[in-house]
């Protein structure tokens, strides 16, 4: 049993089935051998779905995130009055 997942640009997940829930829609799920590719069939419709790898998100800021989280200023020790 697998899953086939849509998935924005950024990787955000938009839709998930399952294979027996495709089937159950009238799809054929036809997988490989190793699972690294389906393909839907349904009439005369055929798509291919294949294992991609995702980016790990894990560490990773936008370009505004990251203009957020830089500090403004350096801290002036004399400005503050602190010997």
Aim: glycine share 4%; hydrophobic share 40%.
């Amino acid at each position: 049993e697998g899953w086939i997942e849509w998935r924005s640009d950024s990787f955000a997940v938009l839709e998930r089935m399952s294979f027996a829930t495709l089937k159950t829609l009238g799809w054929a799920v036809l997988i490989n051998q190793d699972g690294s590719l389906a393909i839907l069939q349904n009439y005369h419709k055929r798509y291919i779905a294949t294992a991609w790898p995702l980016p790990d998100p894990k560490g990773f800021v936008t370009a505004k995130e990251n203009q957020d989280i830089k500090p403004q200023e350096s801290f002036n020790t004399a400005a503050a009055n602190i010997p």
